[in-house]
């Protein structure tokens, strides 16, 4: 992997064995941002599958380089375009100034690789796609041509159409958004409790405790709102900040627990314990993925979007919470 642009993706060893077996899922969302982790992240993914040594990424030959250099002939690159900030669907009478989703991603990939390998697209900013042009996107998602990796770059994916979003395998950066401690630990014990034990009591009061533990979290959280400031109380200050604070831990707890489930995931491809984010779990990781095996471990992935998507519609944390144990 090249040292200087190196990012650590969650996941990584379980992605390298899975290209390394002709794995990889078709289209992966890397969740952080479009010009700084999330680009470099995107070029990792790509050198996966043209290093020379596929999935090894070793950032020196002549495949890795040609792709850091955006110059890789089989790897088509889409932005916002400048005015609008959005990308559109393309427009037919100048595509070559405005390409889009249409020109500058469905048609390269629905033709053979220039080099008869593999071909790549790679969205930055994909919460900036029209309607139009996630729906057109979304027919590319569902019958990916073979050989085919699309990565979808964007530090805003609840802007993104829960309809694209669910064809994605989901890379959460940065890898060290943890949730401070206790709830980090407290949070992980309840995982990996859960994860021994995949009974329908089980499930039924893992739901009520992670609810009871997020709350306490908020709970908590509100008390540092509302307790270090000198001047007089202003409730609607301390609200919105209570309110900011608590969103940005529950999304610390989200990403952890993709963290997690991607462990799993790694654990069921054969990777070894060593190479986990969870490793001191590394016993009900492992127990999980017998259980789960891989096909189980990605439907977690995706109920887990699902979850997510529940919270970011208002829809109340204990009856999402409620959903996904029951679903996934
Ligand atoms: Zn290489």
């Known amino acids: 992997m090249s040292s200087s642009l190196e990012v650590r993706i969650p996941g990584w060893a379980a992605l390298q064995e899975a290209a390394r077996s002709g794995r990889l899922a078709p289209a992966y969302l890397i969740m952080g941002s479009p010009r700084r982790e999330g680009l470099r992240a995107a070029v990792q993914m790509l050198q996966l599958v043209f290093c020379v040594q596929p999935g090894r990424a070793c950032g020196t030959c002549r495949g890795c380089r040609l792709v850091e250099r955006r110059a890789h002939v089989d790897v088509h690159w889409l932005e916002p375009e400048s005015r609008s900030r959005r990308i ?4 037919p009478m100048s595509p070559q100034s405005d390409p889009g989703v249409r020109f500058g991603l469905i048609e390269p990939l629905s033709r053979a690789a220039v080099e008869g390998g593999w071909k790549a697209a790679v969205v ?5 796609l029209t309607l139009p042009a996630a729906n ?4 590319t998602l569902e019958e990916p041509p073979p050989s085919t990796l699309l990565l979808l770059v964007s530090d805003a994916s609840h802007q993104i159409p829960a309809t694209v979003l669910s064809r994605c395998q989901r890379i959460a950066l940065p890898a060290d958004m943890s ?3 206790p709830w980090r630990t407290r949070f992980l014990g309840l995982l990996a409790d859960l994860a021994a034990n995949d009974s329908p009591e089980r499930r039924h009061s893992a739901a009520a405790r992670m609810a009871s533990l ?3 979290a908020a709970k908590h959280i509100e008390q540092e709102a509302s307790g270090d400031d000198a001047a007089p109380a202003d409730t609607a200050v301390e609200e919105a900040r209570a309110r900011a604070a608590w969103l940005e831990l529950r999304a610390a707890f989200l990403a952890e627990w993709q963290a997690w489930e991607r462990d799993a995931l790694a654990l069921a491809f054969g990777v070894a314990a ?3 984010r969870h490793r001191e779990h590394a016993e009900a990781l492992a127990a999980e993925a ?6 189980g471990i990605r439907e977690r992935l995706r109920q887990l979007d699902a979850l997510e998507h529940r919270l970011h519609l208002n829809l109340g944390e204990a009856s999402a919470l409620w959903a996904f144990f029951r679903d996934a």
């Open 88 to 91: 559109t669907i393309g427009d």
């Open 124 to 128: 930055l900013a994909a919460d900036r």
């Open 136 to 139: 057109a996107l979304l027919k």
């Open 179 to 181: 949730p401070p401690e």
């Open 214 to 216: 997020w709350e306490e």
């Open 274 to 276: 060593e190479h986990l």
């Open 290 to 295: 017998r259980r789960a095996g891989v096909r």
